[in-house]
T-cell receptor, first 110, second 117 residues
Framework: GQNIDQPTEMTATEGAIVQINCTYQ??????LFWYQQHAGEAPTFLSY????GLEEKGRFSSFLSRSKGYSYLLLKELQMKDSASYLC???????????FGTGTKLQVIP | DAGVIQSPRHEVTEMGQEVTLRCKPI?????LFWYRQTMMRGLELLIY????????DSGMPEDRFSAKMPNASFSTLKIQPSEPRDSAVYFC???????????????FGPGTRLTVL
């Protein structure tokens, strides 16, 4: 995705913690989204950060630093079903127009 | 709510044929988006509508692609003529307008997997 960078692939062990980073350069910043996409399925919404800091939602947390153009998604107590692609996305050129990163494919191994 | 509905779920066609993809957004949502996803290019925005009006079609790859939204509950994406390089998964998504400049979450349909032979 244009101006949004995230690692292509990551591997982590079941039960562990993994952090997926996302950096962005976008004008008119209006928050940052994280979506989860299982193979062969549609992206589904995970989180939306508008303000700096950490937001926790069960095993998943998302962090945002607007001054650094940086976000991460933290997944705790990894489960095999967490194997999926994780896409960060930022609004661009209008409040509702969103640019997606190319996604980070996470593989959880036993 | 049934969520965003797309049809067909799978489409296999031959080069040169016309392809029409359909989408029904979530009731009450006034934004509708068409995306294309490939391994090479990821998720790309093709076009989006607000209140049935096309707002930005800069992502539409060529004149072979066209999209319409005749009413608030229906949109089509048409490819004519189709080419093998159009093979991809096409997603439709919808959202509300957000509040005070805050972007509203987009909800995706299941996608249409298009294969052009």
């Amino acid at each position: 995705g244009q101006n949004i960078d995230q690692p292509t692939e990551m591997t982590a062990t079941e039960g562990a913690i993994v952090q997926i980073n996302c950096t962005y350069q976008t004008s008119g910043f209006n928050g940052l989204f994280w979506y989860q996409q299982h193979a062969g399925e549609a992206p589904t919404f995970l989180s939306y950060n508008v303000l700096d800091g950490l937001e926790e939602k069960g095993r998943f947390s998302s962090f945002l630093s607007r001054s650094k153009g940086y976000s991460y998604l933290l997944l705790k107590e990894l489960q095999m079903k967490d194997s999926a692609s994780y896409l960060c996305a930022a609004p661009r050129g209008g409040y509702q127009k969103v640019t997606f990163g190319t996604g980070t494919k996470l593989q959880v191994i036993p | 709510d049934a969520g965003v509905i797309q049809s067909p779920r799978h489409e296999v066609t031959e080069m040169g044929q016309e392809v029409t993809l359909r989408c029904k957004p979530i009731s009450g949502h006034d934004y509708l988006f068409w995306y294309r996803q490939t391994m090479m290019r990821g998720l790309e925005l093709l076009i989006y509508f607000n209140n049935n009006v096309p707002i930005d079609d800069s992502g539409m790859p060529e004149d072979r692609f066209s999209a319409k939204m005749p009413n608030a509950s229906f949109s089509t994406l048409k490819i004519q003529p189709s080419e093998p390089r159009d093979s991809a998964v096409y997603f439709c998504a919808s959202s509300g307008s957000g509040t005070s400049g805050i972007t509203d979450t987009q909800y995706f349909g299941p996608g249409t997997r298009l294969t052009v032979l």
